[in-house]
């Protein structure tokens, strides 16, 4: 069965410091790769994807994400955080199985920047 | 443009009730797509609809069924409400389905008491 593994619940950074939230999924299938992002009392926003094409992909405001088919990873990076940052990531993976379109979500980190 | 609207905010209902959630979709997009997040199972997905019919679905008991209208407005309801079932309830949009972009609602948060 697909799934989403984000290996870190909780990331704790100071503000400027560069972070990675790691994420590795498990699929047998091609697969698209989404990365979230949630502020408390709200829902999600689409942070990037991966679709197809270059395995580097990058969002407006400062994070990038890269494909690694061979590990099967998709890790958020962001050389220098801020306060505003702060928030609970989520890594999705949408695949095809059992006759349905599936969106898979991680655990979450949650990313706490402090000054 | 206006973003995704669920209703209401806030619900809180008693075991063995029902309850109806509504989502009204981003202009234009066709598939909605409902999601039940909580703080021991994370989000997980419930079922997409595109255009009125149910293309998808996750691994929820027949107590949790939805709809989708003509004009893209979707409702999800549950049955026979278990304490369990307290959650925060998410409706995302997205123009073709879910491997392209999708916007999020707010979501209802319910409470089962």
């Known amino acids: 069965a697909q799934s989403v593994t984000q290996l870190d619940s909780q990331v704790p950074v100071f503000e400027e410091a560069p972070v990675e939230l790691r994420c590795n999924y498990s699929?047998?299938?091609?697969?698209?790769l989404f990365w979230y992002v949630q502020y408390p009392n709200q829902g999600l926003q689409l942070l990037l994807k991966?679709?197809?094409?270059?395995?580097l992909v990058e969002s407006i405001n400062g994070f990038e994400a890269e494909f690694n088919k061979s590990q099967t990873s998709f890790h958020l990076r962001k050389p220098s955080v801020h306060i505003s940052d702060t928030a609970e990531y989520f890594c999705?993976?949408?695949?095809?199985?059992?006759?349905?379109?599936?969106?898979?979500f991680g655990a979450g980190t949650r990313l706490a920047v402090h000054p | 443009k206006a973003g995704v609207t669920q209703t209401p905010r806030y619900l809180i209902k008693t075991r063995g009730q029902q309850v109806t959630l509504s989502c009204s979709p981003i202009?234009?997009?066709?598939?909605v797509s409902w999601y039940q997040q909580t703080p021991g199972q994370g989000l997980q997905f419930l079922f997409e609809?595109?255009?009125?019919?149910?293309?998808n679905k996750g691994n929820f008991p027949g107590r949790f069924s939805g709809r989708q209208f003509s004009n893209s407005r979707s409702e999800m309801n549950v049955s026979t409400l278990e304490l369990g079932d307290s959650a925060l309830y998410l409706c995302?949009?997205?123009?073709?389905?879910?491997?392209?972009?999708?916007?999020f609602g707010q979501g209802t948060r319910l409470t089962v008491v």
């Open positions: 995302a949009s997205s123009l073709l389905g879910l491997n392209t972009e999708a916007f």
């Open positions: 699929s047998s299938v091609s697969v698209y």
């Open positions: 991966y679709l197809s094409g270059s395995t």
């Open positions: 999705a993976v949408s695949t095809f199985s059992g006759g349905y379109n599936k969106l898979i």
């Open positions: 202009s234009g997009h066709r598939s």
């Open positions: 609809y595109f255009s009125e019919t149910q293309r």
